[in-house]
């Protein structure tokens, strides 16, 4: 469900004064969204036709520090424009935000106005074209998990990490007391959220103290991408308008769950018709599901950058804490990374447990679909289903325990090449090393607490 704005919708609310100010934002390597605040009359005037930016968000980390060594920009180079092309077709209201739309855009090349191909946003249209012009609708769904917490941003900023306070003191999963002392947050984000045309499901309390999720219907890929970065972008500004703030970090503490983004994924026929649906299978699987999931499992640790993309997100891969350590398949079985869900039914799905909710949703989509169409391609055989606890199963697909082991298998990966192209492997091969590097180099606190006094 794209945006609930047409263009001219937007230009009679701006002439009744309802609408004062657009967001028209692209998206960079972390999934954010980066832009410009329009004045309304403005932006309806003809700056819906495009913007500019600095080339360099595609090459900043997350501290937007300048990080030299990319192909696609440099001080060499000049740090030009990417232009900023609003998607029209998202166009909507902000209702947390006074007065106030919001449009997604895609990044394009400042002379030739082509997609530039290592922005996110192109990656996953690329691979959308391709499924399309193999004959299929690529559905999937993203669940987002996160923390909320009693401090402010600005408490943190000044020194109150060491003093962060979950929401709630236990663990509140499924539980509706505790979510009830948090609606004054929770109720917002599903109102803003519906109100901003995302169809928002529900929340819930998650597995931990203070830990929520937010689900919204499945949509094609690219609806739920945006739809995911949104939701994001709307709970951090609604907590942080509340006195509160989140984390989407994959993992804030180790004695804590982690957090996660599960994809949900199927192929649905350019008419309408569920393509992973056989009811005459032993569990509802086409044989176009069966190669799709061998895809994705015999491609599943060279895609992993892109589903965990920072140092931080592989300690979330943890026994016991409900997130997965093997890169295998099951129905209906939580302790592996690839779970067949909605077995005899047309909503028949494979749910990818491996994405934390750090995750870039464009980049995770599109890795899992590429690695997904080229099981199509290739007719892969699906392996066997394997049962029980995966966590204690040996001698099986593992998921890469670091992002630097991650991180050449990426660098390694033909089909990922074929998919994307080298020039976007090595970009975010880059990324994942400066974020390596930067890692190396910090000293933490847990290195002081542990050795300031005694080593």
Known sequence: MPGNLTLDELKAAVSRGEIDTVLVAGIDMQGRLMGKRFHAQFFVDGGHE??????????????????????????????????????????????????????????????????????????????????????????????????????????????GLSALKPVSGYNEDYHIFQTTKEEDVMRAVRNGLFGAGIPVENSKGEAEAGQEEVNYRYSDALDTADNHV????????????????????????????????????????????ASFADPKDGHGMSQVMKHFLAGQLHHARDLTVFLAPYVNSYKRFTVGMFAPTKAVWSADNRTAGFRVCGVHTKGVRVECRIPGSDVNPYLACAALLAAGLD???????????????????????????????????????????????????????????????????????????????RA
């Open 50 to 159: 495009e913007t500019h930016c600095c080339n360099y968000l595609l090459t900043v980390d997350m501290e937007m520090t300048t990080v030299q060594g990319y192909k696609s920009t440099s001080w060499e180079a000049g740090y030009g424009d990417y232009v900023l092309k609003p998607d029209l077709r998202t166009l909507r209201r902000v209702p947390w935000l006074p007065a106030t739309a919001l449009v997604l855009c895609d990044t394009q090349d400042h002379a030739t106005h082509a997609d530039v191909p290592i922005a996110p946003r192109s990656i996953l249209k690329r691979q959308v074209e391709r499924a399309r012009a193999m004959g299929f609708e690529p559905m999937m769904a993203t669940e987002l998990e996160f923390y909320l917490f009693e401090n402010s941003y600005e408490n943190l900023r000044d020194g």
């Open 230 to 273: 949104i939701t994001k972008n709307a709970i951090k500004e609604i907590a942080w308008a509340k006195g509160k703030s989140v984390t989407f970090m994959a993992k804030y503490d180790h004695r804590r769950a982690g957090s996660s983004s599960h994809v949900h994924q199927s192929l649905w026929s350019l008419d309408g018709k």
């Open 375 to 453: 099981g199509i391609e290739k007719k892969m055989e699906l392996e066997p289903e394997l049962k029980g606890d995966m966590y204690a199963a040996k001698g099986i697909r593992e998921i890469p325990k670091n992002l630097r082991d991650a991180a050449e298998l990426l660098l390694g990966s033909k089909m990922l090449r074929e998919a994307f192209g080298d020039d976007v492997v090595e970009h975010y091969h880059h990324a994942a090393q400066w974020e390596l590097a930067e890692t190396d180099r910090v000293v933490t606190d847990f290195e002081r607490e542990r050795l300031l006094e």
